[in-house]
C-alpha cells in the first residue's frame, strides 16, 4: 500500500509543501498574459505570418509522411517526440499512421503557440504566465483526453466489454458531485493518522496554542547527547517527516540513536488572521527549545528544517545568534531556499500583482482555505496531477492509487493571513532574508553570521526548490557546509529511505557555480539518509542513557501523534 504505482509515483514526484501556497481560479492572471501574448502579437505581424506559415509546412509535411505510412513506407515527422512523455506510451502512437499523425498535428500546433509568445517578447515574469497558461490548454486538449482519440482507452473498453467507461463515468460524476470536480488523486481508505501514518511512538509534551511538541521514545539503548529537533512546514502538516514505517525520517533518526523532538503545528482559523512570521518562530522553533533543554537538560540542540520549516530553522539561528543564545548546534536542511532570486516554478505565482490579489482574498477570511488551494499548484505539472487521473480514473475507469505521499499532501491546512503575506512578500518578492533586510521582533537577521555546521540536501527533480537555489545557501554562510543532492523531487527526495533505486551526490569543494561541483562531484549508491546519519553522529556527542519522556515541568499530555494534526 505504500509503494507507488505508475500514477502515484508521477504525482509524488511533483508534490510539495507548496501546494498551498496559492490559490484562486486565476491565481497568477495568466489568462491576462496570454491576452497580452495575443496583444503583441499583432504589433510583429511579419513575424506572426512566419510562424504561421511554418506551422502550414509543418502540418503538410506531418500529412505527407502520415499517408507515407498507411502504404508501409517508414518516414520520420517534422515533430520531435519527447520519449519521457507518458501519454504517448502506447504502441499505437507510433505503429497506427492516423494516430501517429494525430500527435504530430497536435505538437505542431503546440510548438506554433509557444514559438508565438516568445516573439511576442513580453518580459519575463508575464512571458512565464503566457508559457503556463498555453501549456495548460494544450495539455487540456491532448487527445489523450477523450476517448476516440486515446488508443490505450479504447483497447480497455474492448477488454472489459465497456465496463471501464461505465465505471469512469460513474467516478465523473462522483468526483463532479463531491471533488469539486477533479479527479481524485489518491485512495486514502487504507490510511489513518497514528495507524500507519505519524506512527512513530512518541508523546506529546508541550501545548500552545500554535504548536505541539512531540517527543519520540527511544529505540536504543544509548542515545547521542545532543537531541534534535525537526521543524517542518506548516503549509502541510508535519508527518511528512513521520510518514510511514520504514519511510520515516524521523524513525531512522530515532534508530540511529538520536532523541528527537518534532513540532506539529495548529491548523490556523479566523482567530489566527493577524498570527505573524514572528509568532512562528518565537512561539515555533524558539519554545520548542525551550522544551527540548528543560527535558534533556542539553546545553546544545540540532535541528532538522524541511521546506519552509528550514527557512525558519535559519531565521531561528540568526535571531538567537542576535540575542547570544548558542543553544543551537548543527543545522540540517531539507529541500529549503534561504536565497529566493531563482524560486523556480513558484515564481510565475509571486509577482507584486499575483500577491496583492492573493492577499486581499486571504483578508476577507482572516486565512486562505485549504479547499482553495488544491488546484493551483496541480496547474504547475498538469500532466501528472490532473490529466494523468482524467485518463486513469475517468476514461479508463481505474481506482486511484492508495499511496501514503499522496494521502498524505491531501491532508491539506490554512494559511494565516498576516503570517503568508508576509511570507510571500518577504521571501519570494523582495528575498529580504539574504539582502539583511529581515527583522523578527524588531530585531535585523544578519544570515551571513550563522557559523553553525550546516548539512544541506537537494533532490535533483524539485522543481519547487530548484536544487541550484538550494545551493545558493553556500554563498550566504560561513559554518562548514556538507551540500548532498539526491534522486528524487521535492518530497521523494526526502522520503528517500534507502533502497537500490537510490543515489546522492557529495563533492568536496564549493564553487560558486552549482554546475561546476555537480561536474566535479561522485555519486554514491543508497540514500543520503545514511550519510546524514554518519555526519550527525560525529557531531552528536557521546552515547548517554536516554532523557526521560517528559518531565516535571513539561509533563507527558498524551500520545504522539497528538491532536493538532488530527484538524
Not at 506554433?112 to 501549456?135: F, I, M, N, V
Amino acid at each position: 500500500m505504500t509503494e507507488p504505482n505508475g500514477a502515484g509515483a508521477e504525482a509524488a514526484g511533483a508534490l510539495a509543501p507548496e501546494v498551498s501556497l496559492f490559490a484562486d481560479n486565476d491565481p497568477a492572471l495568466l489568462g491576462r498574459a496570454l491576452a497580452a501574448a495575443a496583444r503583441a502579437t499583432t504589433h510583429s505581424p511579419l513575424a506572426a505570418t512566419s510562424l504561421t506559415l511554418r506551422l502550414g509546412e509543418r502540418l503538410w509535411n506531418a500529412g505527407t509522411a502520415t499517408l507515407n505510412r498507411m502504404v508501409g513506407r517508414t518516414t520520420d515527422g517534422p515533430m520531435p517526440v519527447d520519449p519521457r512523455d507518458k501519454r504517448f506510451a502506447d504502441p499505437a502512437w507510433e505503429e497506427n499512421p492516423a494516430y501517429w499523425g494525430l500527435r504530430q498535428a497536435y505538437l505542431a500546433w503546440r510548438q506554433y503557440g509557444l514559438d508565438l509568445l516568445q516573439a511576442a517578447d513580453l518580459d519575463r515574469t508575464q512571458a512565464g504566465k503566457a508559457e503556463l497558461a498555453w501549456s495548460l490548454m494544450q495539455d487540456a486538449m491532448a487527445p489523450t483526453n477523450f476517448v476516440p482519440t486515446n488508443p490505450a482507452v479504447l483497447k480497455r473498453a474492448l477488454e472489459t466489454g465497456g465496463r471501464s467507461l461505465v465505471d469512469g463515468a460513474r467516478q465523473f460524476t462522483d468526483d463532479l458531485l463531491h471533488n469539486n470536480g477533479r479527479p481524485r488523486q489518491v485512495d486514502t481508505s487504507p490510511f489513518e493518522v497514528g495507524r500507519n501514518l505519524a506512527c512513530t511512538p512518541a508523546k506529546v509534551v508541550y501545548r500552545s496554542d500554535l504548536i505541539e511538541v512531540l517527543q519520540y521514545l527511544p529505540q536504543t539503548e544509548q542515545v547521542h547527547e545532543v537531541p534534535l529537533l525537526c521543524s517542518p512546514p506548516w503549509i502541510n502538516k508535519y508527518y511528512v517527516m513521520d510518514l510511514a514505517p520504514g519511510r520515516s525520517f524521523i524513525e531512522w533518526a530515532v534508530q540511529h540513536g538520536r532523541t528527537v523532538f518534532a513540532i506539529s503545528y495548529r491548523n490556523p482559523d479566523e482567530t489566527m488572521a493577524r498570527t505573524t512570521m514572528d509568532d512562528y518562530l518565537v512561539k515555533g522553533p524558539r519554545a520548542a527549545m525551550d522544551v527540548v533543554s528543560d527535558i534533556t537538560g542539553a546545553d546544545t540542540i540540532d535541528f532538522v528544517g524541511l521546506c519552509l520549516g528550514g527557512a525558519l530553522t535559519m531565521m531561528t539561528a540568526t535571531y538567537l545568534d542576535e540575542a547570544g543564545d548558542d543553544r543551537l548546534g548543527t543545522i540540517t536542511l531539507l529541500n529549503t531556499m534561504v536565497d529566493y532570486a531563482d524560486p523556480g516554478a513558484l515564481g510565475r505565482f509571486t509577482d507584486e500583482e499575483t500577491v496583492a490579489k492573493l492577499e486581499r482574498r486571504m483578508e476577507r477570511r482572516g486565512y486562505l482555505e485549504a479547499k482553495d488551494m488544491v488546484g493551483t499548484f496541480d496547474i504547475l505539472r498538469p500532466n501528472d496531477l490532473i490529466f494523468n487521473y482524467v485518463v486513469s480514473n475517468w476514461l479508463m475507469g481505474k481506482q486511484p492509487p492508495a499511496f501514503d505521499i499522496l494521502a498524505w499532501n491531501s491532508d491539506a491546512t490554512r494559511m494565516p493571513a498576516a503570517m503568508h503575506s508576509f511570507y510571500l512578500r518577504n521571501f519570494y518578492v523582495e528575498n529580504n532574508f539574504v539582502k539583511g533586510n529581515l527583522t523578527v521582533r524588531g530585531q535585523r537577521l544578519h544570515l551571513e553570521d550563522v557559523d553553525n555546521d550546516l548539512y544541506i540536501v537537494s533532490a535533483i527533480n524539485d522543481h519547487i526548490v530548484p536544487w541550484t537555489s538550494s545551493y545558493a545557501t553556500l554563498r550566504h554562510v560561513r559554518g562548514d557546509a556538507r551540500f548532498v543532492l539526491s534522486s528524487g523531487g521535492h518530497i521523494a527526495g526526502i522520503v528517500n529511505p534507502p533502497s537500490a533505486k537510490a543515489w546522492y551526490v557529495t563533492g568536496a569543494d564549493y564553487p560558486d557555480d552549482p554546475q561546476q561541483w555537480r561536474e566535479r562531484a561522485e555519486r554514491h549508491s543508497g540514500s543520503w539518509w545514511e550519510d546524514w546519519a554518519s555526519w550527525g553522529a560525529e557531531r552528536a556527542g557521546e552515547l548517554v542513557a536516554p532523557p526521560p519522556v517528559g518531565g516535571e515541568k513539561h509533563p507527558v499530555l498524551g500520545d504522539g501523534p497528538g491532536e493538532y494534526v488530527r484538524t
